[in-house]
């Protein structure tokens, strides 16, 4: 595991070339009716089932685009998800990918079950289709979720580590951060997935660490199930493990999104300002 503050992060980014990544879907609840629209080039809309939107908003503007930011979608458990129809299957990889959002929990840390609380399920949502034909999910809080194959934090779980799973239609396998969601606040969260080097790197807030794994294989099915924010659904139909709490500014992107890239980075030029300005300040100290 490697942990880095957002400075030296950001400065091992303005110094690496840009790997290339362009949005797949990006969702930002800033409609007015239950109505979700793709704000990337997709136009992969959706609804939110049974749950409001509301002003309370982690950051406004966002930091990397400007856009003005006033509302975020509140799923507060048991029930409630967004559901982005997706029939062509453009969110569907076994490469490279990154997925960015804010969450704001109600409730974390509790190891079982009932702990898991799902952040992104992308797979069918048909009768028998278990965690083996899950494409991807990244959780918000794992819980204690065990999988056939496991890496990263694989012992001395609290139950609010993220935690970013796979299927290959035979069995399932993830990687467990160290890193946890494990209070109140708003906090930005993303998971770059690097299939050329086997590792993934996890990220909340000013902290990113690095977990290397070996890829177990990926199911990607022929008709293409939709994507689900905030919640999980089990082979018999039936919905659980949903987020308990706010999401808002939901983006997948091809490839490893570089960290400067990320949503809760200032766009380029206010960014040199900002890690000059932290530079000189540790001069002074």
């Known amino acids: 595991m490697v942990r880095r503050t957002f400075l030296v992060a950001c400065l091992v980014a303005l110094g690496a ?9 990006y969702w930002r609840f800033e ?6 629209v793709d704000w990337g080039p997709n136009g992969l809309n959706g609804f939110v089932n049974g749950r409001s939107l509301v002003t309370d908003v982690p950051v406004n503007p966002v930091p990397q685009n400007g856009y003005a930011n006033t509302q975020s979608v509140d799923l507060y458990g048991d029930g409630g998800r967004g559901q982005i129809d997706d029939p062509s299957g453009i969110l569907d990889t076994d490469q490279s990918f990154t997925i960015e959002a804010w969450v704001r929990l109600n409730s974390w840390g509790e190891y079982g079950a009932n702990g898991r609380q799902w952040l992104i399920q992308k797979k069918r949502i048909d009768v028998g289709h278990t965690d083996d034909r899950l494409t991807y999910g990244l959780l918000a809080n794992g819980g204690n979720l065990e999988t056939d194959f496991q890496y990263g934090k694989t012992s001395g779980r609290t139950g609010s580590e993220l935690v970013l799973m796979f299927g290959n239609n035979a069995n399932n396998w993830s990687i467990v951060s160290y890193l946890e969601v494990d209070d109140a606040d708003w906090h930005f969260v993303s998971v770059a997935f690097d299939a050329d080097n086997d590792e993934v790197r996890f990220n909340i ?3 990113f660490e690095t977990i290397s794994f070996t890829d177990h294989g990926h199911f990607i099915p022929n008709n293409h199930g939709p994507l689900i924010i905030g919640a999980h659904q089990n082979a018999s139909n039936q919905w659980n493990q949903w987020i308990d ?3 808002d500014e939901v983006r997948i992107s091809s490839g490893v999104l570089p960290a400067e890239e990320l949503l809760s980075v200032p766009e380029p030029g206010t960014l040199i300002l900002l890690t000059l300005g932290s530079l000189a300040l540790l001069r002074r100290r």
Do not use: F, I, R, Y
Request: glycine content about 14%; hydrophobic content about 30%.
């Open 17 to 25: 070339s840009s790997a290339t990544a362009d949005t797949l879907g």
């Open 31 to 36: 409609e007015t009716a239950g109505n979700v």
């Open 205 to 207: 807030d000013d902290q």
């Open 245 to 247: 709490g706010k999401v």
